[in-house]
């Protein structure tokens, strides 16, 4: 499989539910570099890097999210190595402040 780098943005109840940290644990299970952050409009934001089936396959548990949260949209681009620049060096899978 192609290592393939996506940035996704996920709206609905995701901020004050654990959706980072739900995130975070997950990406890091699965293998993945990036980032996750909160942002300012109530949205939660994240960067997934690895192969593609892996990527893809934390992109569909990002649709369901931690029991407490609610997704009502997750949108999916390509994304960029400048991306994953965001985040500490030597960091795997990292926890952005809130932008």
């Known amino acids: 499989m192609s290592d393939v780098i996506r ?12 959706y980072r940290y739900w995130t975070e644990h997950t990406a890091t299970s699965l293998g993945l570099q990036g980032w996750v952050r909160n942002r300012r409009d109530g949205s939660v934001e994240a960067v997934f890097a690895g192969s593609s089936a892996v990527v893809e396959q934390m992109i569909a548990e990002c649709r ?36």
Request: hydrophobic share 45%.
């Open 7 to 18: 940035h996704v943005a996920i709206r609905g109840r995701v901020q004050g539910v654990g």
């Open 64 to 99: 369901r999210g931690p029991i407490s949260s609610r997704v009502d949209a997750v949108d999916v681009t390509d994304a960029g190595a400048d991306m994953l620049k965001l985040r500490g060096a030597g960091d795997g899978f990292a926890m952005l402040p809130t932008l």
